[in-house]
Each structure stands twice: as structure tokens, then as C-alpha cells.
């Protein structure tokens, strides 16, 4: 069974700091998806990653993919308050289009 | 272009009863996703349907849940009858199905509250 981790669970940071979110998952896969969650809002696409050693920046946002370390990174740069939100990694079941996501890290950006 | 549409927006009922959702997904997706998000946690995956067959419903309950998908269109997810732990928001999500990079889209969701 495919296990998506995410870690922190919670961070508080300040404006203009730096900072990354980390995603592990348990079985192979080479898709792995970040989403956005702002409060009682749905989910918004930022992210998708296809390949080993891809990387994809918006913004302030930067992911990237280590699929032989079955790791994903969320990095934050000069945090700004806009970016307070819950954010969910996503793995692609072996290619089955199935979504299986991550607990969440949900962050606040602190003025 | 039109979004995923759920509704209702909000259902409030007693444990025992019976709830029905419904799901409009983008025009043209041929993936259609029922996910559960309990309060604080990430979304589960429910069900999954491509056109109108059932991909996966491996982790849906189904002493109490249904769910279908006629047409291959719209479709509507069934709790009946409802427990208490059954209390989340339930999210229709929907994709191309067809490509490599495939990002799914979501609706607003439906919050549930059993009392």
C-alpha cells in the first residue's frame, strides 16, 4: 500500500524567510503532484512532476523530484503572507492515474 | 471553461439517515475521482471511475456507500445510512485521463455534518 508523508505537519514562519516542505512516499512511482489548500476553499493545482531530477518554479514556489529517493521538495522563498495555506503532495500509483495524498503541511506565514 | 460543479454546498443530517452528492465534472474528462477529507487530514480517495466503469473502489465502504456514474458523465455518491464519523468534506475531482501529465481538477466540495 502506498504511504505519503509530509513533513512538517505544521510550520510557522516569518515573512522573508526561507523554508522547505518535504514529501516522502513508500513505493515507486515518477509522478508526483503538489496541490494548495487555502481554508474552506478546494484544491489548486500548483505542481507537476514527471521525471526524476525535475524541477518546476512559480513564483516564489520551487518543487523538485528524487524518484530514486522517493522524495519531493516544496521551497519556499522570502515567504509572504499570500502563501498561508494547507499544501498536499500527490503520488501517482504506478502510472494507474490513482492519487493517493499526503498528509499535508499547513503554513503560516507570519507579518 | 466550467468547472468541476458539486452540490449541495453544505448537508447537515442524523446519524442513520441517508445522504446522496452529486458531480458535474469538466466537459470532456473521462476520470472522475470521489475523495473524503476529514477535517485536518489529506483528501482519501474513495472511488475512481473512468468513463462509466469503476476503476478502483478499493478503500470505499461499501456497507454504506455507493457510488455511480451513468453516461459516463456526472455522478453521485450515496451514504446510507450515515454514521457519525462520516462527518467530512467530499470532493469530486476530475482529469483528462489520457495524458502523462494529467493534474486533476476539483470541485468546492460538500461539507457533511452528522449529528
Known amino acids: 500500500e502506498l504511504k505519503v508523508e509530509q513533513n512538517p505537519l505544521f510550520l510557522s514562519m516569518q515573512e522573508g524567510k526561507n523554508y522547505t516542505i518535504y514529501c516522502n512516499y513508500s513505493?515507486?512511482?515518477?509522478?508526483l503532484y503538489w496541490y494548495r489548500q487555502d481554508p474552506g476553499k478546494s484544491l489548486e493545482s500548483l505542481f507537476v512532476?514527471?521525471?526524476?531530477?525535475a524541477v518546476k518554479q512559480e513564483g516564489r514556489l520551487m518543487a523538485s523530484l528524487d524518484t530514486k529517493a522517493r522524495l519531493s521538495t516544496l521551497h519556499i522563498t522570502a515567504a509572504v503572507h499570500d502563501l498561508s495555506a494547507t499544501y498536499f503532495c500527490?503520488?501517482?500509483?504506478?502510472?494507474?492515474?490513482?492519487?493517493?495524498f499526503g498528509t499535508g503541511t499547513r503554513l503560516k506565514v507570519l507579518a | 471553461e466550467a468547472g468541476v460543479a458539486q452540490s449541495p454546498r453544505y448537508k447537515i443530517i442524523e446519524k442513520r439517515q441517508s445522504v446522496a452528492f452529486w458531480c458535474n465534472p469538466i466537459?470532456?474528462?473521462?476520470?472522475l475521482y470521489w475523495y473524503q477529507q476529514i477535517l485536518g487530514q489529506g483528501p482519501k480517495l474513495l472511488i475512481q471511475?473512468?468513463?462509466?466503469?469503476?476503476?478502483?473502489d478499493s478503500q470505499l465502504p461499501k456497507d454504506r456507500f455507493s457510488a455511480e456514474r451513468l453516461k459516463g458523465v456526472d455522478s453521485t455518491l450515496k451514504i446510507q445510512p450515515a454514521k457519525l464519523e462520516d462527518s467530512a468534506v467530499y470532493l469530486c475531482?476530475?482529469?483528462?485521463?489520457?495524458?502523462?501529465?494529467?493534474?486533476?481538477?476539483f470541485g468546492s466540495g460538500t461539507q457533511l455534518s452528522v449529528l
Open positions: 512532476l514527471l521525471s526524476n531530477g
Open positions: 513505493t515507486t512511482s515518477d509522478r
Open positions: 475531482a476530475s482529469s483528462l485521463g489520457q495524458t502523462t501529465n494529467e493534474k486533476l481538477f
Open positions: 500527490a503520488v501517482d500509483m504506478s502510472g494507474t492515474y490513482k492519487y493517493i
Open positions: 466537459s470532456g474528462h473521462a476520470t
Open positions: 471511475f473512468q468513463n462509466n466503469g469503476v476503476v478502483d
